[in-house]
């Protein structure tokens, strides 16, 4: 796919629906935050059509990262899950009060919540796990493997600069 398909494709389609969008002033094709939004906004349709409408996105999320680390922390397991605190905590009583995982309160720390997956949570999570694959593989269809490693690899980039962007602040030459 060649840089003049792109940026074809690019101008268009943008607002969800079926028409293409010719009126994008071109400064927004160049702003990051703005494609970003578009891409996140594309992902979530398509996650609620392909995937599952049982569990979101950062539930999948969250409920990966406790199959990873069974009986980790809630906040870590956030972190794991690229989830804010009080999201994670959201997130966590909904699954809880769905039988998906199970909170247990650390011995040593009454504050700390440590999560489970329960056995139902294990079965819905190979279920969507299987749909998500399947996701991915649409997503990244259109591009050949070698251009599917560099699209993968740029957005982990991406994202690692603008979370650190965020821990760090903005620097004064900025």
Known sequence: MGDSDRTDHA??????????????????????????????????????????????????????????????????LASAAALDRSTMADVARRLDRRQLIERRTCTSDTRRKLLYLTPEGERILAETAAHAAHLDELLLAEFSPDERTQVVEGLLSLSEAWERLVEEGPSESS
């Open 11 to 76: 101008r268009g389609r943008t607002d969800g629906q079926d028409q293409p969008r010719q009126d994008i002033p071109p400064e927004l094709l160049t702003a990051p935050g703005y494609l970003v939004r578009r891409l996140f906004q594309s992902y979530t349709a398509l996650w609620g059509s392909v995937v599952d409408s049982t569990l979101t996105g950062p539930q999948f999320a969250v409920m990966r990262a406790i199959r990873r680390t069974p009986g980790g922390d809630q906040g870590s």
